[in-house]
């Protein structure tokens, strides 16, 4: 089905990963990825549909002999969540990604990697334009999977009605068979702001970073701190020392399912800089009591700044932090069935000052229940009646709940066992995927998420483990051959 040797593979699917890297691709401007793609499927001799939010939908004719044989879609989304480490000028919607690959890692300089899902749109490529035997193969290409997946919610039905099984290529790990996600809801607390001169004669920066971040979904059980969490705590301090502060901005986090290394704040003081370095370096040894252990790394930083023109009344300034503070973020209870998974979570993922004039605070409520995450967003509501804010809930997104006789699942771990000698771990995550979304639109859709292995996604520190491309083409290509066969 496929002679190439593992070199050969490993070398293909990169080169077509580094083509895409060139493209800046955050969520909400992929319109260039999106006619990149077009034109490479339509040069692969696929009939292609780009559709008005820019999906694409790419089918390969079936290959002499196989014309009857179900048919089968690969799916990844297209963009990426745009996260640089503290000090490094990056554009997202400008800047390519660029790659650094060592031995049998490939990372980014000083960026998020964008292997989440640069690096299974690469995998599909290689396969369609090298697989000889093979039924119709479709390949969709989704936009917008990490801010609201709403280019799974606007795919046509059509494009699923006729798919028998369907593969997706957004896990994390090449050894890990995903059979059933989490449900979601975005959560918007928004309020809008009056301002004041302010009575204060020094202006003051303070930043937190240092922190690992992460994915809210795979790496909230490991217990990372939340920089803008730690930043309201900073300021509830200050308040508590009896500093009489003004809050002038509040901006933290990257994206609403990242779990947030860094945030900023502007404040005015009447005090000296060394008075507030003093509370801060309270406020850390409390951090580290609580986080020394698997988050050590943060940095408190404080820097005098012009003396801002504005700043919040004491009341919004209150109800900001106090939100903050009061908002979950984190693990809120594991599976009752399996006991190593998390059932239900929240993440604090973005706190900003949209146009100056409105604060807008960011979370992501997780569950397998679908009822808890119903109650999440009721509970939502409530905070945001108690503190002045409106809570804009955005449309749930499905759960897909684990099938247990599936005959793709099955074949998959067959022919994983056969190729490595082990058996393939088989597992619901608590991230989610844009499969509940496909099965709403087909019921009867057999689909299963593998993925080569990938670490510290949505972060600076994101890499691949190169070698795990191999185990993952092969997979996908025999798996194809057997489900091929009526």
Known sequence: ??????????????????????????????????????????????????????????????????????????????????????????????????????????????????????????????????????????????????????????????????????????????????????????????RQLTFTKPQGTRGYKLHIKGLKGGHSGMEIHKGRANAIRSMALVLNALDEAGINYELASFNGGKAR???????????????????????????????????????????????????????????????????????????????????????????????????DDVINIKVLPRSSVDSKVELLALQADILAELTGFTALIDAKTPGWKERRESRLAKTMQEVFQEQNNMPMKVESIHAGLECGWHLVKNPQLDIVSIGVTTHDIHSPAEWLEISTIVPQVKLICETIKRLSKN
Do not use: W
């Open 257 to 355: 399912n990242s779990i947030p290394a860094v945030a900023e704040a502007i404040i005015t003081a009447v005090v000296d800089k060394e008075n507030i370095a003093e509370i801060i370096e309270m406020e850390k040894e409390k951090y580290l009591d609580i986080y020394g252990e698997v988050d050590g790394g943060i940095s408190y930083e404080i820097d005098e700044v012009d003396l801002p023109d504005r700043v919040m009344t004491a009341e919004e300034q209150s109800s900001i932090i106090k939100l903050i503070i009061l908002l979950h973020s984190g693990v809120y209870s594991m599976s009752q069935l399996n006991p190593s998974l998390v059932e239900t979570s929240a993440n604090l993922g973005m706190v900003s000052m949209e146009n």
């Open 1 to 190: 089905m496929l002679n190439y040797s593992n070199t050969e593979i490993i070398d293909g699917v990169l080169a077509e990963f580094e083509k895409i890297a060139e493209i800046p691709r955050p969520s909400g401007h992929e319109k260039a990825v999106s006619d990149y793609l077009l034109n490479t499927f339509k040069e692969m001799g696929c009939v292609v549909r780009q559709d008005e939010v820019n999906n694409i939908i790419a089918d390969l004719p079936a290959t002499p002999g196989y014309e009857q044989t179900p048919v089968i879609a690969m799916q990844s989304h297209m963009d990426m969540v745009c996260v640089a480490d503290h000090g490094v000028e990056y554009d997202p919607l400008t800047d390519s990604i660029k790659l650094i690959r060592d031995d049998n890692i490939l990372t980014a300089d000083g960026t998020s990697l964008g292997a989440d899902d640069g690096i299974g749109i690469a995998e599909i490529i290689f396969i369609m334009k090298n697989l000889k035997e093979h039924g119709l193969l479709r390949a969709i290409i989704t936009v917008d999977e990490e801010r609201g997946m709403t280019g799974a919610i606007n795919l046509d039905k059509k494009y699923l009605s006729d798919v028998s099984y369907m593969i997706n290529c957004d896990s994390e790990n090449y050894d890990e068979l995903t059979v059933g996600s989490a449900g979601s809801v975005n959560v918007d607390f928004n």
